[in-house]
């Protein structure tokens, strides 16, 4: 008998969905598994109206450092105790986890599982850490302790081909260990949202992170309203405690641009992030290094709101030709610049008609049923 468990560490975030959907998904497939979370995670009742086995855990946080690393730690420990507790004489424990602590402090729990004869699986979103790609820490240094993590796992996920490759040429990871699946979307309902009214109407959603290029946006939209576009960006979301000075800058930007950018500062509910998408003509997600698949993409087109992307976010799918628009590299204020005429220019027909064409291809290759289907399908295999 296999007992399976799904585990996020964090209550409010993209991860936090990813893994409140996967869990639901699941469930609807046949694939009985426990969904441990912490006790304020914010998708409970999602999770709960599905009939999803929930256990909880005390939430991550605290007014300092130290603060946070103990409640890193205690929560670790508590998701140990059920997962062990679990346990007997005919059952073997596997869990998969969707999100990771501090490096190292993720590899001591893995090593700990392991040695306590639970399987462990590990989605890996992000192959570097954010902060990294930031600029805040030093690659070298984040490469040595990530592949600490992804050593001490059993088996690794990947949303991208790109990621896997990674995985095997930077860090040595037997390609044998990894598995492929992309990253899920609610399917054929969730694609009837109609058109934004105005297209001019931009947007910018999610952590405020400087390899976003979001000051590099800001700037981009400040060129092309001098221009006589009549176009406006609103950039939503909360930045990360390491990225405070990034933050800083992005409000004097944003303030030499007062006239047709704003900052909304704060953490974008669920309701809100749709609202928001359902109110705007495009998203612009002109990301720089990242190798992994963009949910927010996802959802936005599904919300009618046309993706202007970097390759970086499309990665290797066929979503830059299915949308005919791309921001080009370097990721700069004149490649952003050039990607938002090249949108501004479009009919309503025209992106009627691309957005209908990535939606199809969403549903096609990312809808939730498939997705389930394919981490029931590795679960069975790796546990057999």
Same mark, same amino acid.
């Given at each position: ?24 998904? +699941? ?56 997962? +062990? ?52 820490? @030093?690659?070298?240094?984040?490469? +040595? ?94 930045? @990360? ?68 992307? @970097? ?8 979503? +830059? ?35 209908? @064409? ?27």
């Amino acid at each position: 008998m296999n007992a399976i468990f799904l585990y996020v560490p964090t209550s409010r975030s993209g991860v936090a969905r990813y893994a409140c959907e996967l869990a639901i998904a +699941l469930n609807q497939n046949g694939t009985r598994l426990t969904l441990i979370v912490p006790v304020d995670y914010e998708f409970m009742h999602n999770a709960n109206s599905a009939e999803v086995i929930t256990r909880h855990v005390c939430q991550i946080g605290g007014k300092t450092k130290v603060a946070v690393l103990f409640s890193m730690i205690r929560q670790m420990l508590q998701v140990s105790a059920i997962l +062990l507790g679990a346990g007997g004489l005919r059952t073997s424990i596997s869990v998969h986890l969707v999100s990771s602590y501090r490096p190292l402090l993720q590899t001591i729990f893995h090593l700990l599982l392991r040695v306590c004869g639970v399987s462990i699986f590990f989605t890996v979103h992000d192959i570097l850490p954010h902060d990294v790609l930031g600029g805040k820490r @030093s690659k070298g240094w984040a490469r +040595l302790s990530q592949s600490l993590v992804y050593r001490s796992a059993q088996r690794l996920h990947v949303h991208t081909k790109i990621q896997l490759d990674q995985l095997v040429q930077d860090f040595g990871i037997n390609p044998s260990r990894i598995v492929l699946i992309p990253h899920g979307v609610a399917c054929v309902e969730s694609f009837s949202s109609p058109l934004a009214r105005d297209h001019r109407n931009l947007l910018v959603l999610g952590s405020l992170r400087a390899n976003k290029q979001i000051v590099g946006v800001t700037r981009a939209v400040g060129c092309l309203s001098r221009e006589g576009f009549g176009v406006h960006l609103s950039i939503r979301g909360a930045a @990360s405690r390491t990225e405070t000075s990034y933050l800083i800058t992005l409000r004097e930007v944003v303030s030499q641009h007062s006239n047709c950018v704003s900052l909304i500062e704060g953490f974008v509910t669920e309701s809100e992030f749709d609202t928001e998408l359902r109110n705007s003509g495009a998203i612009v997600l002109a990301y720089r290094d990242f190798a992994s698949q963009s949910g927010v993409l996802l959802r936005a087109a599904q919300n009618g709101c046309f993706p202007i992307c @970097s390759s970086a976010v499309a990665g290797d799918t066929p979503i +830059l030709d299915l949308l005919g628009i791309q921001i080009s590299e370097p990721v700069e204020v004149e490649e952003i610049s050039a990607s938002l005429r090249q949108f501004l220019s479009l009919r309503q027909d025209q992106r009627a008609k691309r957005l209908s @064409s990535l939606r199809n291809w969403i549903q096609s290759n990312c809808g939730w049923p498939k997705v389930a289907r394919s981490f029931a399908a590795w679960y069975v295999a790796e546990l057999a």
